[in-house]
């Protein structure tokens, strides 16, 4: 099923102190707006170390607005491996002592800063999906590739990859989220335009549909330079079911408008 989400990647940000300060602001924004936001799923996926701490300060918001909000919390990346000798990896049973409920995977900084590729992102999904935790996929073209004329051929092998892997796997529709972020676009302040990031948000939905109907329904965000001023117009486009937020989300005030704009 097609689902509103924003989402939050911290990356390498944040400390206790700056956690629990974003926490108690976005709770001051969320009760002063007085918005009902059961319509969109909001997720932060913040630095493993901190997993903790924001499972505890998502439930302290939770019993604050009488069990009726609930941030969902991600992870950046996640192990293909169950446990071993994988140094520095975290597995999904760990993550799910912490009560994650999404990772991320595939962020093009980890292509290309930790040289990741295809398989890999699509053997890291399959493992996490087949663990009962959702994931997001996120694909995207470099400015050489989209300048080249490129771009459906690099986010198409992406994707293929992925499917062909975790096609089989139980409600893949409603586990799996694409995120589509054009890596010139990944925090540099320049956002893919409406019109451009809809242009592949709908081949890509097409192309899923190809694979199976129901693939029609995996939701599909955009990310790179998503800002409060730019938002509204990218969410409103036909296949652009929300956001992936990464600088714009450490300011709680501009991730609440973001949110907002999603409304
Ligand atoms: P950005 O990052 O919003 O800072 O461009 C998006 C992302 O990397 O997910």
Known sequence: MRKNI?????????????????????????????KDFNNIEIIIAPSFLYIEQINNLRTYLFNKFDNKFKIKLATQDISEYENGAYTGQVSVSMVKDFDVDYVIVGHSERRSLNNENNFEVARKTRKALENNLKVIACIGETLEQRENNQTKIIVGEQLDSIIELCSDVNNLSSNLVIAYEPVWAIGTGVNASPEQAQEVHSFLREKLAKYNKEFNNITILYGGSVKPNNAKELFNQQDIDGGLIGGASLNAKSFMEICLAAL
């Open 6 to 34: 924003i989402a939050a990647n911290w990356k390498m940000n944040g400390s206790l102190d700056f956690n629990n300060n974003w926490f108690e602001e976005f709770y001051n924004l969320l009760k002063n707006n007085n």
